[in-house]
């Protein structure tokens, strides 16, 4: 089976690249699913119904999500009618679900999981319950209706990812953290089995700052505001 796992798509630039390269792309390496994290594709800030819409015209069968995902509130209803996660270990007062058990093409079962991170992400009151203890809970069940079992960690601390990962190791497929918008260059397969690397970093605008037009960010750093 041939997992293709998008990190944060960023605003308009990011969906171009998923609109003109995803059909080749699957096409190319035989990509029997896509998992792709749009938590910033409405400009660069969550998402909303429209562009969610939008993205879906693309061959693209989970989005995954993060902490800018309760940004929109239109989105919500989505968690109920498209395959659209939040994360999992949130509080269950929110609407959505954070995990779900899918099909590939040739219909084998594919589960997916969406955490968040809990070191230096709560920017604006977002609160994750522990991943760790969370992730404990939800995979055995999980694992009993799936063998696959895909986790998107999004995450800003690499020791959490790390950590995390190596937690996780022969109980998942693959744990592939999102979030910071740089890849890393430490993608391996753990010694149980499990394919890891601590960030994919973004489909978004290159020549930015994480997805932000690069003056707006170097201006805030200089002036300090
Ligand atoms: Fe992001
Ligand atoms: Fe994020």
Known sequence: ??????????????????????????????????????????????????????????????????????????????????????PHNVSEKLPGKGYGVFETKAGLPIAVVSLQGTIYMDEKGERALNPFVAADALLPGLREKSPVVFVDFHAEATSEKRALGWYLDGRVTAFLGTHTHVQTADEEVLPMGTAYISDLGMTGPHASVIGLAKEVAIRRFVEGI
């Open 1 to 86: 089976m041939k997992i293709l796992a998008i990190g944060d798509i960023f605003g308009r630039p990011g969906r171009r690249a998923i609109r003109e390269l995803l059909p080749g792309l699957i096409r190319e390496r035989c990509v029997d699913f896509v998992v792709a994290n749009a938590e910033n594709a409405a400009g660069g800030r969550g998402l909303t119904a429209k562009i969610a819409e939008e993205l879906f015209e693309s061959p693209i069968d989970v989005m995954t999500a993060g902490n800018h995902i309760w940004e929109h509130e239109d989105i919500r209803p989505f968690f109920d009618t498209h395959p659209v996660l939040r």
